[in-house]
């Protein structure tokens, strides 16, 4: 059976863990809040042995995901692998602020099923 793929209820929870010196010399004020998602960047990809290569569906900031995404293909019945990768932290004055912290990822995959 084919059909067509959404992400939904994307939510990037962040925690800060402690407030340690180096975060407050590094200008971190709040000590309930996480800066993590701030620093890394991510991709988020589909990929299968149908195409050449995976095809992107977010590319970015953590903290900038958007909380949903239509994969808009008509998938085939096969394999697929999403692939998250945290793969950028860029080098920065304020990148010590989230040297504690905890970011939390979560999403649901919706699979809206297609007569053939």
């Known amino acids: 059976m084919s059909g067509e793929l959404d992400l939904t209820d994307i939510v990037v929870t962040e925690d800060e863990n402690c407030l340690i ?4 010399e590094a200008g971190d004020t709040t000590p309930d809040a996480g800066e993590l998602g ?9 990929k299968s042995s149908l ?4 095809k992107l569906i977010y590319e970015g900031l953590l903290k900038d995901i958007q909380p949903h995404y239509d994969v808009d293909e008509m998938l085939p019945q096969h394999d697929y692998d999403f692939i998250i990768e945290g793969w950028w932290w860029p080098q920065s004055a304020t ?10 990822l979560s999403m649901k995959f919706q699979l809206q099923q297609l007569p053939d």
Do not use: C, F, N
């Open 95 to 104: 990148d010590s602020q989230a040297m504690t912290d905890v970011v939390k």
């Open 51 to 54: 195409w050449g290569s995976p």
């Open 21 to 24: 010196e180096p975060e407050a």
């Open 38 to 46: 701030e620093h890394i960047k991510i991709r988020l990809t589909l």
